[in-house]
């Protein structure tokens, strides 16, 4: 269980970066945590040529207040941004999920970018990046762009990031004003990735009617996925148990799970319906104390 | 049987919670693992292993691996076609023996087997060139199922056996048909325990070093440097004598290092044949590979009860799941005939027969792992239990005290041939009923406010300890088992104990001081135990099996009470006192009744050194103060209590663990602080077993979850404090009144968590129990639906 050879870089810069992945793209990897990438490594299921370490780069964590949310640098570690006061108190959601992230001595090295990037299904971030409607800062060394969330993920462990790009931060949106969110997910032990997930956040009109519902599961098909029927089922409805039951029955027109050594497809889709309704009532009880 | 030694004195040092001298160096980071054995010019080993799980080697293509700049040597079975053979010399049953080579011939039998070792300067560049090495396979149906191996038509995994079964017992007593016929109910199921690994926190791992004064030393992370000595002499033909084996700090092994693997025979080899020091360390996919899986069992169990809940009749037929070998030394038989050998457990159960079956499979082998073959055959009665006690509208307790081998009933000769020692099972079962709340519990609703259900189960168990000669063979294991201490006293008073036994956690630096202390009446501090090193110790079968406080505390107070003895002879001479007038206290010497009158044990020792004038003449007492005496016990039984709370979501299937209670009956305790430690250490691995471990491989024999990621063990988050007591019967029949305690934490929380889960699903239309490990989230939904449960023939 030793990586096979590869090459080092230290970035000194985002732009080093970015002329280093231009040199060796196809054949580089991003080293930022590497709480993923180096497993992979040494189990030589990932053998990159090339390592282009990001880590070191100047003020590598960084989070900023901004107007219609919070952005967050790619390097970033999961420690800082779930103990960050910004985050806490306009995305308490994403604070919560970072809690769900393996253990603290892992989300001390591991980064927001990498989990995004590493884009494994089950994990949380790339759920949250959907429920709030990211865009990701992207660069190369000859473009930058801006991407949302909803085009970035392809499938499994694969993104929209092409070889020679490197995401450089994510803009979290701030939820709308006196909207609840909700969070569950199972996993066998505390730590482990979920084996099924839900996300919800609900805003109420003034008539106390859903204005505005965002549903996102996890751990139940190649990507994270929005559940737009289960939002569209709730939107401008009064909410209530049998409504939440009602739609969240709806996750199957998005499950498209997979078994493995822990639990079926089946379990996967009838669990994900049992944490929707879970997280619809606990959004709904926070916006309600929201409004 | 001869009468136990009585310990004279003043009992300061047995039964102190004392802290373990150990323990500062391994938290401080000072212990040495065999990967921090660090030799000039050693060269890594890794290893090219199989990649089928069933296939014939066509070619082995080593060309492209050779031509590497970096490669020194590659090794197969061309060079060194040794290998180990099953040996159970007077087992009751029809043995066929299987050949398990060291490196594979023309053939491989499981996923992760060795076929060729490489020797390169690192593991790196080891295993760069192991990815150079190809083979053309011609792939062979493997078998995952042993229901599936058993069949007549199924393809030979050996091929100079009949068929894939390798063992076969049965046995009865009393008329089991009659009972059957006569009872009120019979319950019959199907149970299926997963197949674990013991995945202790440090790998295996051997160097080896050849020296041109023709010796060899070894390092192995191992339970049983002796052993393994002897192993290295006869396979390799090296003179035992030349041999060193060490096994440094281990860190920990719970019977899965008291084994010998390929690796332990390949390294010394390599050593010898290019004279130069090689180490190979497994890696943490190796280890669920290939080192010794568990505890998978297939048990079709029927009991036959009378309406009050008498257990009247017990059929069993255990089918073992070998692996793709009979792991050396004590084969992949173990789990099952320890099983069914010991089936009747706490219990009188007049009438039993049972069939024992051992069959290869297409996966790693089976083998030791804490609490050997009672986790999956206790586990089987017990859930049969459960189920009948719901069936008859009592509670599992009910039975318990119903069927309980009576206090008064000791020694006690069970229907299958064991005889226990001594116990209180109503005692200790009470004691952890009240400590649990289980009686009150019980009237509780299920229903918690938030839609989750509680629930609370119990377990007891007993354990057969201290494997000398007779605990194996009531075993159903007929292999000669002992060990020899020695311990000598040097000319300033201080004590070396030299033990063949080895603590790699069990705390025995610690608890064979305190046995030695109290024996000859030193300072604990005065005393200094060597293990672990076949230089210094004294010929022993290793630690495992609950055995080293029973074997090795007896060999140390049979070899400190003579060098008291001694001791004293020389002092009465000295003191002109007559020697039985003579009391030994924290290391001063008095005469009974007159503590001024003294000398200290250092006086008398450097007198027994260095002053011929005072001591004795040495044609009268020989000045020496050592003794090196041995012990193999009559076997004494261990029995406890477990007791967990849970919290179960029914709509996911997740179980929280709120309690666990632990009670344990060990007879005397050297140090009730190491058996806590055990008790919780036991407590957690049956937690794992229960809750979460199972390595699965699929239909063409690949393992799914070779890695921490996805085979899961118990983590601090999965555990509650553990909350211990005990209950103290001496075994009359022991040197020091010891039971074993190592094994028996880990032999029924698995089950008191099962009777949780029913107990949380008593309210549902059932009974429903669970007749599977482990009970993961996915096995408690199947359990509610009714769906995919084992069903008995």
């Known amino acids: 269980m030793k990586p096979a050879n590869f090459e080092y870089f230290r970035a000194t810069s985002l732009d080093h970066a970015c002329e280093l992945l231009r040199a060796h793209g196809d054949d580089a990897k991003i080293l930022a945590g590497g709480q993923s990438l180096i497993a992979a490594m040494n189990y030589r299921l990932a053998r990159p040529q090339f390592l282009i370490d990001i880590s070191n780069i100047d003020s590598p964590s960084e989070i900023t207040d901004e107007s219609d949310g919070v952005r967050i640098k790619a390097t970033t570690t999961q420690a800082i941004a779930e103990h960050d006061p910004v985050v806490r108190r306009r995305l308490p959601v ?68 092409q070889s020679d790009e490197v995401l450089i931060s994510i803009l979290f949106k701030a939820p709308p004003e006196n909207s609840g969110w909700g969070l569950h997910e199972v996993a066998r032990r505390a730590g482990d990735f979920a084996l099924v997930g839900s996300a919800a956040i609900i805003a109420l009109d003034d008539g106390g009617k859903c204005s505005f519902a965002r549903v996102v599961l996890f751990g139940v098909a190649s990507t994270p996925v929005r559940a737009t029927e289960v939002e569209d089922a709730l939107l401008g409805q009064s909410c209530s148990d049998a409504l939440f039951a009602e739609a969240a029955k709806k996750v199957s027109e998005v499950v498209d799970a997979e078994s493995d050594v822990h639990v079926t497809d089946e379990y996967r889709g009838n669990v994900a319906e049992v944490l929707t309704v879970r997280a619809l009532a606990d959004a709904l009880s926070r916006a309600q104390a929201a409004s | 049987m001869k009468k136990p030694i009585e310990i004279a004195g003043v009992t300061k040092h047995i039964g102190v ?10 938290l401080m980071g000072q212990a040495k693992y065999v990967d921090d054995i660090k030799l000039p010019g050693t060269l890594e080993v890794a290893f090219f292993r199989s990649t089928h799980a069933h296939a014939r080697i066509k070619n082995l293509k080593l060309d492209a691996a050779k031509a590497h700049p970096d490669c020194h040597h590659i090794f197969t079975n061309n060079e060194f076609s040794a290998g180990a053979t099953t040996f159970f010399p007077g087992t009751r049953g029809t043995l066929h023996p299987v050949l398990m080579p060291f490196l594979a011939k023309d053939k491989v039998r499981f996923v992760g087997e060795i076929i060729a070792a490489v020797v390169a300067p690192s593991r790196y560049i080891a295993e760069d060139i192991v990815d150079l090495i190809e083979v053309d396979y011609e792939t062979l149906p493997a078998y995952n199922d042993v229901e599936d191996a058993m069949q007549p038509d199924a393809a030979l995994i050996h091929e100079d056996l009949e068929s894939n079964i390798y063992y076969a ?59 393994l000595r002897t192993s290295i002499a006869v396979n390799l033909g090296i003179p035992e004598q030349t ?118 499979t297409n996966k790693m082998s089976t083998g030791a792992y804490r609490g050997v073959g009672w986790s999956a055959g206790c586990y089987a009665r017990e859930m049969v239990m459960t189920k009948a006690a719901r069936l008859l509208n009592l509670d599992i307790v009910d039975i318990y005290r119903k069927n309980f081998i009576r206090h008064d009933e000791f020694p006690y000769t069970t229907s299958t041939n064991q005889t226990y020692d001594s116990g209180d099972y109503h005692k200790v079962l009470e004691k952890c009923l009240e400590l649990s709340d289980y009686a009150s519990t019980k009237k509780q609703s299920r229903a918690t406010e938030d839609g989750k259900l509680k629930g609370v189960g119990i377990a007891f168990f007993v354990e057969q300890t201290n494997w000398g000669s007779r605990s194996a063979e009531e075993s159903g294991f007929p292999a000669t088992l002992h060990d020899t201490t020695t311990v000598e006293m040097d000319p300033t008073g201080k004590v070396t104990v030299r033990s063949g036994q080895f603590s790699h956690g069990q705390g025995l630096k610690t608890t064979l001081a305190q046995v030695a202390a109290e024996t000859l009446g030193v300072p604990f501090e005065d005393v200094v135990v060597l293990d672990g090193d076949t230089a210094t110790g004294a010929y022993g079968m290793g630690t495992f099996a609950s055995r080293s406080a029973v074997i090795g505390g007896g060999s140390v107070i049979r070899a400190a009470t003579d060098v008291r ?38 006086e008398i020792a450097y007198i027994t050194f260095y002053d011929r004038f005072a001591r004795p003449d040495e044609d009268e007492v020989e000045p020496t103060l050592s003794a090196t005496r041995h012990y193999d016990p009559p076997a004494a039984y261990a029995n406890g209590s477990h007791a967990v709370h849970i919290e179960l979501d029914p709509l996911t299937g997740k179980l929280d663990i709120k309690r666990i209670v632990a009670v344990e009956d060990c007879g005397n305790m050297i140090n009730p602080k190491v058996v806590d430690g055990q008790m919780r250490g036991g407590a957690s691995q049956g937690l794992g077993m229960g809750l979460l471990e199972s390595l699965e491989y699929d239909e063409s024999g690949q393992l799914k979850n070779a890695s921490f990621m996805d085979f899961l063990i118990p983590n601090a988050t999965t555990l509650p404090d553990i909350e211990c007591a005990h209950i103290v019967t001496p075994s009359p029949y022991t040197e020091g009144g010891f039971k074993g305690a190592g094994e028996a934490a880990m032999l029924s929380v698995h089950i008191a968590l099962s009777n949780a889960l029913a107990d949380a699903l008593s ?29 008995a023939r």
């Not at chain 1, 473009?143 to 929209?160: G, H, L």
């Open chain 1, 94 to 161: 994403l604070a919560n999920a970072l809690e769900h992230i393996a253990h603290f001595q892992i989300r001390n090295k591991g980064t927001v970018g990498g989990s995004i990037v590493n884009a494994d299904p089950a994990s949380e971030l790339p759920a949250m990046s959907l429920l709030l409607d990211a865009e990701f800062e992207i660069q190369s060394a000859s473009d930058k762009q801006v991407m949302a969330a909803e085009d970035f993920f392809i499938t499994y462990m694969t993104t929209a990031l």
């Open chain 2, 763 to 791: 309210e549902y239309d059932g009974p429903l129990v669970p007749m599977v490990t482990p009970i993961g989230p996915q096995q408690v939904m199947d359990l509610i639906n009714n769906v995919n449960q084992p069903q």
């Open chain 2, 17 to 26: 919670p004392r802290k373990r001298t150990e323990d500062p160096q391994i």
């Open chain 2, 565 to 602: 003895n001694k001791l004293l002879t020389i002092a009465a001479h000295v003191m002109e006192a007559n020697a039985a007038d003579l009391e030994i206290d924290e290391g001063k010497i008095y005469v009974k009744g007159s503590p001024d009158r003294s000398m200290t044990v250092a």
């Open chain 2, 169 to 227: 017992d049965s046995f009865s007593n009393g008329d089991v048909d009659k009972a059957f016929a006569e009872a009120d109910l019979v319950v019959s199921e199907k149970i299926a325990t997963g197949r674990t690994s013991a995945a202790p926190m440090e790998t295996r791992g051997v160097m080896a070093t050849w020296g041109w004064d023709d010796t060899l030393t070894v390092w192995s992370s191992t339970q049983m440097p002796y052993p």
């Open chain 2, 243 to 360: 041999i060193r084996v060490v096994a440094p700090t281990v860190g920990g092994g719970f019977g899965q290092k008291a084994h010998f693997f390929p690796d332990e025979f390949i390294l010394p080899w390599i050593a010898k044949e290019i004279k130069k020091p090689v180490k190979w360390v497994e890696d943490r996919r190796e280890h669920l590979l290939s080192a010794a899986h568990a505890k998978q069992c297939t048990i079709y169990m029927s009991i036959a009860f009378n309406k009050d809940g008498t257990m009247v009749g017990m059929k069993i037929k255990n089918i073992g799941d070998s692996g793709a070998y009979s792991q050396y030394p004590w084969s992949g038989l173990i789990e099952s005939v320890a099983a069914n050998n010991g089936a009747p457990g706490a219990f009188t159960v007049p009438n039993i027969s049972f069939e024992t079956v051992i069959c290869l």
